[in-house]
C-alpha cells in the first residue's frame, strides 16, 4: 500500500460527460501528480501540484484541469469527454515539490462509451 | 487484473535466475533515471533511481547500470521470484529543473514473466 488513495477505481460514463477523480496523497506529502495510462501512449505526465499551486504541466488537455485544495487533496476534472480518454489515470505523490520518489495510487479506471 | 499495455515486450525468466531489462532512453541531457515495477491492477512501484553522474548503482537484488553513451538503461533482478512478475517501465526526467523531477517521461515497458 503506497499510501496514496484514489477514488473512484473504475467510472463508466458517455461521450461529452464530465467527470472528477480525486486523490488523497500520502500522509505529509505536499505533491501530488497526475498521469494518464492508455494502452497506445504509455503513461503521460499530466501536471504537478505543489502546497495547492501548480508547480509543473505536461501534455495535458485543455479539456482537463486539476486543483489541490488546502487540506492537499487533488481533484482531476476531465470535461467533454471522447472515447480517447479512456484510460487508467494515476494520482502520485513525494513529500517536496522535486519528486524523486513518487508514490502512486492504484488509479482511477475511467471508460467512456 | 488489467493490462496495462497489449504490446509490450516480454522477458520470460526461469524462478532463480538473473533478469536483465533494458531500456534506450532519448534525452541525452536527462540527469535523473528510475525504475518502476508496475504489478497487475496497481500503480507503478519505485524500484531504484539513478543520476547521470553514475553509471552503477545497487539495491536489494537489484542493479541498475547507465551508458550516457548509448543512452542505455538497464535493470538487473538477481535471483527472480515470481513476485517479480510485472512490467518495468524506465523513467526520465530530461534536465533537471526545480519543476522536473516529477514530470517523468515512461518508457514503454517490459512485461516480466517469471517460470516456475
Not at chain 2, 551508458?67 to 533482478?77: A, C, E, F, G, P
Request: glycine share 10%; with cysteine.
Amino acid at each position: 500500500d503506497s499510501g496514496v488513495t484514489q477514488t473512484p477505481k473504475h467510472l463508466i460514463t458517455a461521450t461529452g460527460q464530465r467527470v472528477t477523480l480525486r486523490c488523497s496523497p500520502r500522509s505529509g506529502d505536499l505533491s501530488v501528480y497526475w498521469y494518464q495510462q492508455s494502452l497506445d501512449q504509455g503513461l503521460q505526465f499530466l501536471i504537478q501540484y505543489y502546497n495547492g499551486e501548480e508547480r509543473a504541466k505536461g501534455n495535458i488537455l485543455e479539456r482537463f484541469s486539476a486543483q489541490q485544495f488546502p487540506d492537499l487533496h487533488s481533484e482531476l476534472n476531465l470535461s467533454s469527454l471522447e472515447l480517447g480518454d479512456s484510460a487508467l489515470y494515476f494520482c502520485a505523490s513525494s513529500a517536496g515539490p522535486q519528486g524523486g520518489e513518487l508514490f502512486f495510487g492504484e488509479g482511477s479506471r475511467l471508460t467512456v462509451l | 487484473g488489467e493490462s496495462v499495455g497489449l504490446h509490450l515486450p516480454t522477458l520470460s525468466v526461469q524462478e532463480g535466475d538473473n533478469s536483465i531489462i533494458n531500456c534506450a532512453y532519448s534525452n541525452s541531457a536527462s540527469d535523473y533515471f528510475i525504475w518502476y515495477k508496475q504489478e497487475s491492477g496497481k500503480g507503478p512501484q519505485f524500484i531504484i533511481d539513478i543520476r547521470s553522474n553514475m553509471d552503477k548503482r545497487q539495491g536489494q537484488r537489484v542493479t541498475v547500470l547507465l551508458n550516457k553513451t548509448v543512452k542505455h538503461l538497464s535493470l538487473q533482478i538477481a535471483a527472480t521470484q515470481p513476485g517479480d512478475s510485472a512490467v518495468y517501465f524506465c523513467a526520465e526526467t530530461g534536465v533537471m529543473t526545480t519543476d522536473s523531477w516529477g514530470k517523468l517521461q515512461f518508457g514503454a515497458g517490459t512485461q516480466v514473466v517469471v517460470t516456475p
